[in-house]
């Protein structure tokens, strides 16, 4: 089983229209979950962390499930702009080591 | 404040053949990382220094990769003798040294090789 699995998509949606992803992470004891951000042909940027409680920014909402080992991120009216890849990442422990997800495409139409 | 530095952009070489590609991380950023991501894949840590010292390289193919960080600051890895599926994007990335998990980690704009 992969340390991260992710839907790799691709997701066509409409603009405007509300759209989720699920992640799940095979190592219980993760201390730190992430969303990251990759544009075709770019490097990843952070996009937000997650959060127990679950965080939102702005049309971006985060959620963590500990007891199901899961991760999603919703995404509300969607923009041509928000077409990229999305990453799951987890942080197993301290020290910042970092496991990525496969991603997931989101592709954004007229 | 400038970014995670990398050269060259892009590289095509012959199967075994050598490459070595170079970054400069975040002036101040301790933790410098080396990723490799293949084509429809999430990238995959190589090696991780902490200053001048190795924390993980445990996915390393030690065989044939090598990277070295000598004054703690900039880094480079190696590839020697390059096989076909050594191509992929490598990505230099650098973060603050922080007490436990979450420091963000920035990525450079990676170094495309191609091995054909």
């Known amino acids: 089983r992969k340390e991260v699995e992710q839907d790799p998509g691709p997701f066509n949606v409409p603009e405007g229209a509300t759209v989720a992803f699920n992640c799940t992470y095979s190592?219980?004891?993760?201390?730190?979950f992430f969303w990251y951000r990759q544009d075709c042909r770019k490097e990843p940027k952070l996009l937000m962390s997650?959060?127990?409680s679950g965080n939102e920014d702005g049309r971006f909402t985060a959620q963590l499930n500990r007891a199901s080992q899961y991760i999603s991120l919703l995404i509300r009216d969607s923009k041509l702009s928000d077409s990229a890849t999305y990453l799951c990442?987890?942080?197993?422990?301290?020290?910042?080591?970092?496991?990525f997800g496969t991603g997931t495409q989101l592709k954004v139409e007229l | 404040e400038a970014g995670v530095a990398q050269s060259p952009r892009y590289k095509i070489i012959e199967k075994r053949q050598s490459v070595a590609f170079w970054c400069n991380p975040i002036?101040?950023?301790?933790?410098l990382y080396w990723y490799q991501q293949i084509l429809g894949q999430g990238p995959k840590l190589l090696i991780q220094?902490?200053?001048?010292?190795?924390?993980?390289d445990s996915q390393l193919p030690k065989d044939r990769f090598s990277a070295e960080r000598l004054k703690g600051v900039d880094s480079t890895l190696k590839i020697q003798p390059a096989k076909l599926e050594d191509s992929a994007v490598y990505l230099c990335?650098?973060?603050?040294?922080?007490?436990?998990?979450?420091?963000?980690?920035?990525f450079g704009e990676g170094s495309w090789l191609t091995v054909v």
């Open positions: 002036s101040g950023h301790a933790t």
């Open positions: 220094f902490q200053n001048n010292g190795v924390v993980d």
């Open positions: 990335a650098s973060s603050e040294v922080g007490r436990g998990a979450g420091n963000t980690i920035y």
């Open positions: 190592n219980s004891a993760s201390q730190s």
């Open positions: 990442v987890v942080n197993k422990g301290g020290g910042n080591k970092l496991t």
């Open positions: 997650v959060y127990s």
